[in-house]
Every structure is written in C-alpha cells, then in structure tokens.
C-alpha cells in the first residue's frame, strides 16, 4: 500500500474508529463489498457501481485505465448516512473495501485500489493494472487530496472476464 502525507494524517485519525454496524449491512455497502466484474468482451474491468457503465462509449478515453477508474468509481459519502461523520468514517469505509477488493478481484488479475480524499468526498476507483497505462502519477505527492494506492502484485496477463 502507498499514501501520500496527506493521507497519512487522515489514516492516523482513523485507528480508533469503528464502522457503524447499520453502515456495514446497508445494501450499498454490502453490494460494494460484493462486486464482481460484469462480462465484457474486450477485457475490460467493469464493476456494477455505475449503472450505465456498461454502456458508456470506451473510445471517449485514451485507454481502458482510464475507462475504468470512470466506471469504477464511487463516492463514498453517498452510501454514509447523516449521522455518519464523512472524512473519518468514509476514509476508514474506503481503506476496508480497497483492501477487501484487492483480493476479492483477484481473479480478475493485477488490479489497482485507489482511495481519494479531498476532505469532503472520500472516492475509491479500480483499474487493472496494466503496463504502460497509469491513472496516477507515480509521485502521490503532487497531489493536494490524500491518496492510498492498493495495487496487487500476481504476474499481469490478460485475463477474459
């Protein structure tokens, strides 16, 4: 995993904090929680997360990274309720399902988690990793938003979904 400093000091205020247990069993948390790749033809990696996603010209963007971290995004604040405190609690939210999908996805092949913070709306993306298509800058800190990296690691080939 790799965070820029401004994630770091949002991580270092989430240790103590729990997930409400109504957040966890709402039905948008679990569908997060249990995503799994829609079939496509060209390989693509595409989540249920955005109902039109499937549909969405892939030729509007420069690669299939690209493609995909817009379909495969989430606001995170959208499935916290009211009383839910977004920037401690989304980011916590955020960390636990980057890391359950890192391995959830891992049929899949190599994917890459990235959770974002801006201090107002937590998002999580994926992508494939893919060599030679990157959605992120290799130095995370550039960026004025925190940002966690979850990339896995299996040998890249191309695998059909």
Known sequence: MRTNAVMQRYLSHIANVELPAHLLTSPQ???LFASLPLATGDGTLVLPWTPQGATIP???WADRTGYECFVNHVHLESVLGEDCDVSLV??????AL???LA??????GP????????GASP?????RTRPGERWLADDLEGYAEGVLV??????YRERPL
């Open 90 to 95: 989304g980011v916590k939210l955020g960390l």
């Open 58 to 60: 892939r030729d509007h």
């Open 103 to 108: 391995v959830h996805l891992a049929d899949a």
């Open 98 to 100: 980057g890391e359950h």
């Open 150 to 155: 979850i990339e896995t690691a299996p040998p």
């Open 111 to 118: 994917v890459t988690i990235i959770v974002s913070f801006d």
């Open 123 to 127: 998002v999580l993306r994926v992508h």
């Open 29 to 31: 948390v679990v569908a």
